[in-house]
């Protein structure tokens, strides 16, 4: 660090891997009795998924409609009611919705709306059948 430098220093350390062609010569590992660590599993193949405001609704309902028991667990495969979460979901949604306002697509706005009537109607049944 500099004399004249005040202050915090902010550090950036780039861990994203690069793709180098094929006859580029490979760095030599720092230990050569070490197995090759497996690289982290990447994407899906196709097209890179753009992220989106639809996706995060689309995330967080789908969250509140496994939390309400109309869908399984996807890591256990059973179904289980957890008012607590659900409701956590849809305020999210709430939330987003008041947040975003204005900075909506017509699509996105359509979306969140009807998701957040679904969700709020579903958590109404299943609490008076609770």
């Given at each position: ?60 309902a ?55 009537y ?13």
């Amino acid at each position: 660090m500099a004399a004249d430098d005040s202050g915090d220093v902010f550090k950036v350390t780039d861990r994203r891997r690069r793709q180098e062609p094929e006859d580029s010569p490979q760095p030599a590992a720092s230990q050569s009795d070490a197995p090759p660590t497996p690289a982290p599993p990447g994407p899906p193949p196709g097209p890179p998924t753009e992220r989106s405001l639809a996706g995060l609704f689309m995330m967080l309902a789908s969250s509140a409609v496994v939390a309400l028991g109309h869908a399984p667990d996807p890591l256990t495969g059973q179904r289980q009611i957890d008012l607590v979460q659900a409701a956590d979901a849809i305020d999210l949604l709430l939330l987003l919705r008041e947040k975003t306002e204005g900075h909506r697509s017509d699509g996105e706005s359509q979306m969140l709306e009807e998701l957040i009537y679904d969700l709020q109607l579903r958590y109404v049944q299943v609490t008076k059948q609770s």
